[in-house]
């Protein structure tokens, strides 16, 4: 153990996590039948949970057991706060103290400034977490315990709520999502809500809280407490924004008259339902709308959003809103020939725009390489693998149907890229490289040509 | 005149060659039925000749009278030497010496250090051209003398090798590329030569040509020379040399059963085949099988290979083999948790990772918009559109069907796919951007959690 750098105790966790939520969800006291589940599909559900995306082979609600449903719930659970209950969860499993390296791992992934605290910083996530989906499963509660009775109902409302803001998009009432939904208020902003701010992540988080209770406490002007907000705050809150908007407006144009999904909406229900669409692609994957029969524009809309995602230290996924703000950019400050990359005033540093690249690159490369191989191994067409491996990479798990027919050499492909796309495809190739010792070695500078 | 910036005159320079070549073409003269072609077909068939792209709305040989053809070719010569030709063109045009600034351009857009002669190197560069395109003429000329006859068989032969070696990829002997010729190794790898000599770049052609005369004259070993070369003629030879094999290997893996393409070949012909499409997305255009008959992964390879295209300063489009060398190796670096990113022991600088960071990022919101509004305006599938617009964007002209049957709408979005493919999306935002005076203002560096 003492061996492990703190991105390997990461990788392991989570491949850790994977599997004994498999062998738990392979016995057969996890299925409602009672028969074992194969293998593949209880590796494939374990996969999809921990991992927040989403994609299932096997309907929710009639295949698994509360036992079963529990499992998944928990390791929603523990997937959706990602790195911080892993690595803790890790270090207390192996009962070691919690090393300098790693101590730093969590807090440079948090985005914490301070070496101070780092139990009460988990038990305060874990308290607010903790209150944020109970006020979720109090909304659904409202509208599952009439329709489902108390008990069913109120299991099914914490399920939902947990799944919601953990941004792994499962639910244990319908088979379809919440496609019955679509016209519900309660049930799309409830789930709107529980998205983007499980989306939004730590540092936003902490900056929300600490300028509600400037407001509410201490009377702080709205103004002076958004100047008092972190940069990666306003980044977060803007990009987010501005995609959420874009997509609601694009899906909006594409679908108005798509009789397959929203033509027969009223006007307020075109646009709830647009808005929905554009959010749950804030890698949720909840749908209200069948996706298979979204316009191929509203498709390729999806897709973008889906590849952008949450932002950093939420529960979501996708490269992320922070990285895509500064590939964009970095287009603006090269077409006006500056001399360094400007972000609202500040100046990139080198390695973030390396990291940027790196990140958006190697997703890039990840993608193409699990549409290909699911092109080669399974039968869907090439938009039906497209939606898929994004869904799969940005654990997503929005789906055009392909999921519940995949053969077994798709399924696997499938479990890697959620795998890989939950860990982040740069996390798994620090992991496996050297790190290059700083060596005194400076190379030359070289120009090239492009 | 004066105001003009050298990137615009390039933008401009080129404008300028498609509306004066889209009014030769509108003419009654330019069509073998003596009817003048409708504005929007001409005014497509002059961008895909000076963009060197390839797709085409008309049967070349069938549609156009040789007027027309002659047209089509001069604006595929002045179009595949690009920067050179139409910037020297348009100041001999406007009767101005060429300034500094623009000098400048040239040079640094053909990778020259010293400010020496450029009338002399623009003069080197045609009779390069000229003596190769004549090389590989009556190559064809061997070939299509015996089917066409003495005149038109000559006439054929030029047109294709200058064609091919402006990387064009439009022919006047068939009505289906090369498809014909599939078994014909003449045919193949003459054009393959000329594809591949076309997209190397004007760096690489000098620093061949010097090495060709150091073995031949000096005697020099071929190590010795190798070493010789500049940094940049090494770069493009390997990731050249990669992609080709890489290209060749996976097709050849998806096509070899496939009926529709290279079942009934035979084991060398299907390598012949694989080959020769591994080559022609090094954005040429030609096609020996079916584009609408490959499998979809062979597609989707295909399009990767069309995206990174050719070399810079050559005949061919893409966002350049150098740029895709920058990306892989930034995200090993950032693997290793280099301090700089390396490239075989040179240190990129931070512009030219910005840049290359520009241009992927502007390539791929300018093929997403190109392939959202196709799909709104016309009526493709979702991989024929994907297809149709990396193959513009690339200036590829490879087409799984869809550009004889686009709407007009659809024209129009391909045109100017296929004139921001050919100036470089970059150098479309540089041109409309305001040039950022050097302020003094330095901000501070501002880190950020991806
Ligand atoms: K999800
Ligand atoms: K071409």
Known sequence: MKELRPVQVILLGFLITIFAGSILLA????TQSGQATPYIDALFTATTSVCVTGLIVETTMTHWSIFGQAVIILLVQIGGLGVITITTGMFFMLRKRITLGNRMLIQE?????????LVPLVKKILIGTGIIEGIGAVLYATQYVPEFGIGY?????IFNSISAFCNAGMDIVRDDSLRSYVTNPVMNFTTMGLIILGGLGFVVWKDLWQGFKKIVKDKVPVKRMIQQWRFQTKIVLSI???????GTILIFLFEYHNPATMESLSLPQKIQASLFQAVTTRTAGFETVAQAALTDASSLVSMFLMIIGGSPTGTAGGVKTVTFAILVFCVLSVAKQEESITLFKRRVPQNL??????????NLIVLMTSVLLLLV???GTFMDSC???????????????????????GKVIIIITMYLGRVGPISMAIGFSQKN???MVMYPEQDLIL
């Open 27 to 30: 016995l057969p006291i996890a």
């Open 109 to 117: 992934s948090m985005g914490l400034n301070t070496m101070t605290g």
């Open 153 to 157: 109902g109120v299991w099914a409302a």
């Open 240 to 246: 987010t924004s501005f995609l959420i908007l874009f």
């Open 353 to 362: 725009l390396a990291k940027a690249l790196a990140i958006i690159v190697i």
């Open 377 to 379: 191994f399974d039968h």
């Open 387 to 409: 939606y898929e491996c994004v869904s799969a990479l940005a654990t997503v798990g929005l789906t055009k149907g392909l999921t519940p027919n995949l053969t077994i050499a």
């Open 437 to 439: 010792k700083k060596k």
